[in-house]
């Protein structure tokens, strides 16, 4: 009688591990779906959105070993000041390949940031040179553009920043009233 049992044990047994990695499956596409896509236009409007307070508008993906140096930091700088400074991180990962959203996603969710990360709606040429003709010329990432509180840029730059580096460059913003 035990052995009998055996074969309707061990199929409900596979039949709660494929249900669990259909739902794990599940899971993924729905962060995925989750992750907001902005054009230029849309990022425009953030800053604009956020008028009144320093923007911290920052570029990277997550094949970029130099974005993962800076990207604690950003998560540090967003803490410190969450009053009067709002970061805009915007991923630079090709949102049609599954496979770097869900990167994306896992590297998201292990992080944690205290701020939205977007992705771009496209990684074409156009869109670099929609955000920035200065970007365009090399497209190389890290890039941030800090923004003062009235939405003008103050700060442009296309290499890893360290805490103290973006603290130096928006301090004096957000003591400017």
Known sequence: MASSLRPTW?????????ALAVRGIG?????QNDLKAVDPKDIKN????????VVFLNFM????????????DIIKLQTKYKDSLQVIEVSMNDRSDAA?????TKYIADLKP???????????DQYYKDVDARWAQSEALPMTMIFDREGKEIHFYQKALT?????????PLLAAK
Not at 10 to 18: I, S
Not at 61 to 72: D, G, K
Not at 100 to 104: G, I, K
Request: charge should be negative; hydrophobic fraction near 40%.
């Open 114 to 124: 205290p701020f939205t990360v977007y992705i771009a709606t496209s990684t074409d």
């Open 100 to 104: 770097e959203t869900t990167e994306l």
């Open 10 to 18: 061990l199929a409900l047994g596979a039949l709660c591990v494929l």
């Open 46 to 53: 953030l800053i604009g959105a956020n008028k009144g307070k």
């Open 163 to 171: 805490l103290a580096d973006m603290e130096r460059d928006v301090t």
């Open 61 to 72: 993906a997550t094949y970029c070993v130099p974005c993962h140096t800076e990207f604690p």
């Open 27 to 31: 899971a993924q596409s729905t962060a």
